[in-house]
């Protein structure tokens, strides 16, 4: 569910599906499911190199992450391990959750995939949020021990997004996030500040399903080319929001503010001059 406040009211609910993936466990379930395969084509086919891109360079980043670090682990899990041990969690022998959509067809977009992160005894630790733009820029949002609750089952966190991630919210605005650790249920929420009134609201609700391939070809029936009907319905609404004369804000404008992003589009790199 998806509902803007500010400055002009929109809203819209639709069906879905998700995969939460055990890092650990992907070479076992492309053995294991007919249409799911990991690093090469299928109806499904998960990709590392698709997610959290740390060996390239993070733009406007940190001077430490400024680098491209060529060293860095080709597997996911072993990326994920690293990233979470400079923000000081050591996930050592822990298990790393994934709940996201790989390519579907061939074709990959993930709005935000989620990724929730246990220490070796199996407590949750930490949990990183990484959002991807229709420009296909990727940010990782790191929620680490000091976001949790007591009872460490959720994580929460709220910072200036320094991201473009529409063309209707300003870059500058706060994402304030609640990732509850999923178990039988998914309950994952993402609200929009500017200062202190709320504008917009994301949500994530649905019930855990067994991943097998009769469900999973049940699921491509049930929601055909997930990804594809996500980029285009992205589309659609921000179509519906333009007819709604809710204010635009060019990407380029504010370039400077765009801040700790991998893959950068073109229209935040230094022109160089020509001869």
Same mark, same amino acid.
């Given at each position: 569910? &998806?509902?803007?406040?500010?400055?002009?009211?929109?809203?819209?609910? +639709?069906?879905?599906?998700?995969?939460?993936?055990? !890092?650990?466990? %992907? #070479?076992?379930?492309?053995?294991?499911?007919?249409?799911?395969?990991?690093?090469?084509?299928?109806?499904?086919?998960?990709?590392?190199?698709d997610? !959290?891109p740390?060996?390239?360079?993070?733009?406007?980043?940190?001077?430490?992450?400024?680098? =491209?670090?060529?060293?860095?682990?080709?597997?996911?899990?072993?990326? /994920?391990?690293?990233?979470?041990? *400079?923000?000081? $969690?050591?996930?050592?022998?822990?298990? $790393? /959750?994934?709940?996201?959509?790989?390519? $579907?067809?061939? +074709? !990959?977009?993930?709005?935000?995939?989620?990724?929730?992160?246990?220490? @070796?005894?199996?407590?949750?630790v930490?949990?990183?949020? *990484?959002?991807?733009?229709?420009?296909?820029?990727?940010?990782?949002?790191?929620?680490?021990?000091?976001?949790?609750?007591?009872?460490?089952?959720?994580? @929460?966190?709220?910072?200036?997004?320094?991201?473009? /991630?529409?063309?209707?919210?300003?870059? #500058?605005?706060?994402?304030?996030?609640? %990732?509850? /650790?999923?178990? #039988?249920? %998914?309950?994952?929420?993402?609200?929009?500040?500017?200062?202190? *009134?709320?504008?917009?609201?994301?949500?994530?609700?649905?019930?855990?399903?067994?991943l097998?391939?009769?469900?999973?070809?049940?699921?491509?029936?049930?929601?055909?080319?997930?990804? !594809?009907?996500i980029?285009a319905?992205? &589309?659609? &609404?921000?179509?519906?929001?333009?007819?709604?004369?809710v204010?635009?804000?060019?990407?380029? =404008?504010?370039?400077?503010?765009?801040? =700790?992003l991998?893959?950068?589009?073109?229209?935040?790199?230094? $022109?160089?001059?020509?001869?």
């Open positions: 569910m &998806h509902a803007r406040f500010s400055p002009r009211r929109h809203r819209f609910a +639709y069906r879905l599906f998700y995969f939460a993936i055990d !890092l650990d466990e %992907l #070479d076992g379930l492309a053995q294991r499911l007919r249409w799911f395969s990991r690093d090469r084509a299928n109806l499904y086919s998960f990709r590392d190199a997610f !959290l740390t060996g390239e360079t993070m733009h406007h980043g940190p001077v430490s992450t400024q680098e =491209a670090r060529p060293s860095e682990p080709a597997t996911l899990k072993e990326r /994920v391990v690293r990233y979470a041990a *400079e923000q000081g $969690v050591d996930l050592a022998g822990g298990r $790393v /959750v994934l709940v996201t959509l790989p390519r $579907v067809g061939g +074709y !990959l977009f993930n709005p935000v995939s989620f990724y929730f992160c246990f220490d @070796r005894a199996g407590a949750p930490a949990a990183i949020a *990484e959002v991807t733009n229709t420009f296909r820029e990727m940010k990782p949002f790191f929620l680490g021990p000091g976001t949790s609750g007591p009872d460490g089952a959720a994580f @929460r966190l709220r910072l200036p997004k320094h991201f473009y /991630v529409s063309p209707f919210s300003e870059v #500058d605005v706060a994402f304030d996030f609640t %990732l509850r /650790v999923p178990a #039988d249920q %998914l309950s994952i929420q993402i609200d929009d500040y500017v200062g202190p *009134e709320r504008t917009l609201t994301t949500t994530l609700q649905g019930n855990r399903q067994p097998t391939s009769g469900r999973l070809l049940w699921f491509t029936i049930k929601y055909p080319l997930i990804t !594809l009907r980029i319905l992205i &589309h659609w &609404h921000a179509f519906c929001l333009w007819l709604k004369r204010p635009c804000f060019p990407k380029a =404008a504010r370039a400077a503010e765009q801040r =700790a991998y893959r950068p589009h073109v229209s935040l790199l230094p $022109v160089t001059p020509s001869e």
